[in-house]
């Protein structure tokens, strides 16, 4: 197996941002107490792990603004995580409970109507091993 060197990372990186999928560093193995070493460039379409996902992993939420939306459609076509859908009026609106935060619809809106606002971040602990036995 050949390693890519930094430029041919760069040029996926850009192209699978183009395409609008998402970067999200990983843990070999899913093995915690090593570096994330690895990128993934996900999309719904294929990911097993984005049908998993259920609520904001990160600090940020998609808002927009109705004063600028113009209610094309083009966030909710990619919006990831199904989060984003036209209300009554034709506007764009984010179920914040679905909101992964990843900017695709901010990134692609024509208008530049959508924006990420930092918000507070919930952790979810799994329950001592003890809990289940």
Known sequence: MRMIDKNEAMDILLKSEEDGLIHKAYHPNMDFKRDEDSICNCCSDCCGQSKNITSNLSNFVAKVDH???T?????VEKCYSGAKELN???KAET???RCIGCGI???FCPEGAIS???RQRV???APPRS???
């Not at 209610?71 to 966030?75: A, H, N, P, R, S």
């Open 95 to 97: 179920n914040e409970d």
């Open 116 to 118: 990420l606002v930092e």
């Open 105 to 107: 619809c901010a990134a």
């Open 67 to 69: 004063e600028i939306c």
């Open 123 to 125: 952790v979810r602990l």
């Open 131 to 133: 809990a289940y036995e």
């Open 71 to 75: 209610g094309c459609g083009t966030c």
């Open 88 to 90: 009554d009026d034709g």
